[in-house]
């Protein structure tokens, strides 16, 4: 019988000496007991490590590995590599958790056989505060932009099925790819009513630094990548997408050109002289 933590949560951790004891602190103070929290230690070059360290020698709940730099995709692969949970959790080291999240996320798994994911509602802290709305979980509209958090409750089992997170997505939008591939159309999602992830937001961060021809490159190459799930589940709303790219690209070249711009004076003008019936 398998004796080992039912849940594993796995902690990504780069360059946040100020921040990371706020998170391991919520993940200590949970009324759920029987888990496992491995920080990886993702090639820090400020104190994180010492911090870690000393927050973990004597908790032995907790484990630390230290790693060159990969990356958050790298850094949650190598946790599931060397987690034991049956169920696995990911927690960026600058958010929190409240203290019946394990409790409350296990339970809505193992009470429903049918449900793949767990997620709750996200309030905001820090910088920007309020709760994140994020629209009901539905597949096919995933696949056009994210809608989940990724911090949720899952089967480890369900993750090794799969090829782990893209470590070549060092920009951002990793976890929405992930998803992509992770989740399919059949799957169930079940979102707690409660509030019981808090995400650390503030004006700067590695997503919203992105230019725009930043994040296209990086949702032109998942949908790339993922091409025959988009053409599956969306059939032919792709060439609709395209042409409506199509179209959205010759109005952008009009509104750019001199003709138009020619044909504004003209009106303009004519509108000075007070010429109706055009």
């Not at 590995?65 to 927690?91: C, D, H, M, P, W």
């Not at 509030?195 to 021809?213: A, D, G, H, P």
């Not at 790339?224 to 609709?240: C, S, T």
Request: with cysteine; hydrophobic share 35%.
């Amino acid at each position: 019988m398998f004796q080992g933590p039912i849940i594993s949560i796995i902690v990504p951790c780069y360059n946040q000496e100020e921040l990371i004891l706020e998170t391991l602190e919520s993940i200590h103070n949970q009324t759920f007991l029987n888990w496992e929290c491995l920080v990886i230690n993702d090639g820090s070059s400020d104190n994180s490590k010492q911090i870690i360290e000393n927050y973990v020698s004597d908790k032995s709940k907790f484990r630390l590995i230290n790693q060159i730099n990969k990356g958050v995709s790298g850094a949650r692969n190598e946790g599931v590599k060397q987690s034991q949970g049956t169920y696995i959790v990911f927690l960026d080291g600058d958010d929190r958790l409240s203290y019946n999240y394990l409790e409350e996320t296990y339970n809505a798994i193992t009470n429903n056989s049918e449900i793949k994911l767990v997620n709750s509602k996200i309030e905001y802290f820090d910088e920007v505060t309020g709760e994140w709305v994020l629209p009901p979980y539905n597949y096919s509209e995933m696949l056009i932009d994210s809608m989940l958090h990724p911090t949720f409750l899952f089967k480890r089992a369900d993750f090794l099925k799969t090829t782990g997170f893209d470590e070549t997505m060092r920009r951002g939008i990793e976890d929405w790819e992930f998803l992509i591939r992770f989740m399919s159309p059949s799957d169930k999602v079940m979102k707690l009513e409660s509030v019981t992830v808090f995400y650390r937001m503030r004006n700067v961060s590695r997503n919203n630094s992105l230019s725009k021809q930043e994040m296209q490159s990086l949702k032109n190459y998942i949908y790339q990548k993922n091409i025959d799930k988009y053409v599956a589940v969306l059939g032919d709303y792709i060439e609709l997408y395209k042409s409506k790219k199509a179209i959205e690209h010759e109005l952008q070249l009009l509104k750019n050109s001199k003709q138009l711009k020619i044909s504004k004076k003209i009106i303009n003008i004519i509108r000075k002289l007070n010429i109706k019936n055009l």
